[in-house]
Antibody
Framework: EVQLVESGGGLVKPGGSLRLSCAAS????????INWVRQAPGEGLEWISC????????YYADSVKGRFTISRDNAKSSLYLQMDSLRPEDTAVYYC????????????????WGQGTLVTVSS | QSVLAQPPSASGTPGQRVTISCSGS????????VTWYQQLPGTAPKLLIY???QRPSGVPDRFSGSKSGTSASLAISGLQSEDEADYYC???????????FGGGTRLTVL
């Protein structure tokens, strides 16, 4: 079964840091691009970052550029999100999601998604 | 404010057909494929429609997607109570070099 499991969420003070992890299983992790998508409480979905299979291509949403760093360890089938300079508006459930489709990103989608991990930024 | 525009809510009675619209621009929907996700209460999003109108295995054929120009639509026919969920459209945006989502539409089955 293809599965993604996030961990590392928690309560952190504004200006603090947190590192999220996403453990993959059931597929050849090293051949897929993976994303982070977040959802603030009661709000919609917001894509925040994508990393290609070999880490050659990395993209960020403007809202997190310069503060968040995506990375992966293909040997461990794991994805990471290092979050620095956290703000209250970063409070959200963070999902990792695998890119589906074999073509360029313009034709791709997200499937499956993990169950999410909650990050709360508050003093 | 989301890059893709969706109505915040939609509703229908069991058995009815409902449609949810998603409006974008040339840099996203106008140039790239559209995906729809379903998010049941308290759960993670799930892929519903990909490549504008393709259904993953396991998704009932009551769900269909279409795209024309810079807009897309999700149609649900034979509405059922278990379809009550939030629905999101998404597409890659060439100008932003990233994916953009609609704000989501909450579907209520009356």
């Amino acid at each position: 079964e293809v599965q993604l499991v996030e961990s590392g969420g928690g309560l952190v003070k504004p200006g603090g840091s947190l590192r999220l992890s996403c453990a993959a299983s059931g597929f050849t992790f090293s051949t897929y691009s993976i994303n982070w998508v977040r959802q603030a409480p009661g709000e919609g979905l917001e894509w925040i970052s994508c990393i290609s299979a070999s880490s050659s291509y990395i993209y960020y949403a403007d809202s997190v550029k310069g503060r968040f760093t995506i990375s992966r360890d293909n040997a461990k089938s794991s994805l990471y999100l290092q979050m620095d300079s956290l703000r209250p508006e970063d409070t959200a459930v963070y999902y990792c999601a695998r890119v589906g489709g074999s073509g360029p990103y313009q034709t791709n989608w997200f499937d499956p998604w993990g169950q999410g991990t909650l990050v709360t930024v508050s003093s | 404010q989301s890059v893709l525009a969706q109505p915040p809510s939609a509703s229908g009675t069991p058995g009815q057909r409902v449609t949810i619209s998603c409006s974008g621009s040339n840099s996203n929907i106008g140039s790239n494929t559209v995906t729809w996700y379903q998010q049941l209460p308290g759960t993670a999003p799930k892929l519903l429609i990909y490549a504008n109108n393709q259904r993953p295995s396991g998704v009932p054929d009551r769900f269909s997607g279409s795209k024309s120009g810079t807009s897309a639509s999700l149609a649900i026919s034979g509405l059922q109570s278990e379809d009550e969920a939030d629905y999101y459209c998404a597409a890659w945006d060439d100008n932003l070099s990233g994916w953009v989502f609609g704000g989501g539409t909450r579907l209520t089955v009356l």
